[in-house]
T-cell receptor, first 115, second 109 residues
Framework: DVKVTQSSRYLVKRTGEKVFLECVQD?????MFWYRQDPGLGLRLIYF???????EKGDIPEGYSVSREKKERFSLILESASTNQTSMYLC??????????????FGPGTRLTVT | GQNIDQPTEMTATEGAIVQINCTYQ??????LFWYQQHAGEAPTFLSY??LDGLEEKGRFSSFLSRSKGYSYLLLKELQMKDSASYLC??????????WGAGTKLIIKP
């Protein structure tokens, strides 16, 4: 079974702190994604990566950065956390997004609260 | 712009049938996915449609009409454990997933 793990289930940080969210997948997937999920809104793509050291901006990259130094690990960084970044953060991975029915596998999510 | 519409919430009775609709307007189409998400958990894959018609998988079926930009998820013989949010997502011409806000399904005994 594909396994995607995230470093924390719950996190509370103060405004202005630097926050690291880590995601690890064990299926040798090339593509990894970071989403945020807020009530009443669909999953919104923050960043994605299709290879080591490669990254692409998603729909809402402002205030975030990412790092992919190893294939299995994709980190999301909030340089200076703000209260409007309080959200559920979901990491996902997929082998080849263009191939037929390949679905994304999700991690359990990190619920981040910024006070 | 790109848009996916689903009802916010639906209620159904245990043992009954429910249909959750999804309409979409996207830049290109490369498949439609349905995911199930229980409260506080990650979304899990349910179904995939790329051609028009009905795909059946046990108690769950998914239908697609590309000309109408429309899909539905049909859940039969509802069980209490089916209480969850159901997310519709369309893969666009860039192979990115565009997500609906999800439909919260409440099952009553």
């Amino acid at each position: 079974d594909v396994k995607v793990t995230q470093s924390s289930r719950y996190l509370v940080k103060r405004t202005g702190e630097k926050v690291f969210l880590e995601c690890v997948q064990d299926m040798d997937h090339e593509n990894m994604f970071w989403y945020r999920q807020d009530p009443g809104l669909g999953l919104r793509l923050i960043y994605f990566s299709y290879d080591v050291k490669m990254k692409e901006k998603g729909d809402i990259p402002e205030g975030y950065s990412v790092s992919r130094e190893k294939k299995e690990r994709f980190s999301l960084i909030l340089e200076s956390a703000s209260t409007n970044q309080t959200s559920m953060y979901l990491c996902a991975s997929i082998s080849s997004p263009g191939l037929s029915s390949y679905e994304q596998y999700f991690g359990p999510g990190t619920r981040l609260t910024v006070t | 712009g790109q848009n996916i519409d689903q009802p916010t919430e639906m209620t159904a009775t245990e043992g009954a049938i429910v249909q959750i609709n999804c309409t979409y307007q996207t830049s290109g189409f490369n498949g439609l996915f349905w995911y199930q998400q229980h409260a506080g958990e990650a979304p899990t894959f349910l179904s995939y449609n790329v051609l028009d018609g009905l795909e059946e998988k046990g108690r769950f079926s998914s239908f697609l009409s590309r000309s109408k930009g429309y899909s539905y998820l049909l859940l039969k013989e509802l069980q209490m454990k089916d209480s969850a949010s159901y997310l519709c997502a369309v893969r666009d011409s860039n192979y990115q997933l565009i997500w609906g806000a999800g439909t919260k399904l409440i099952i009553k005994p």
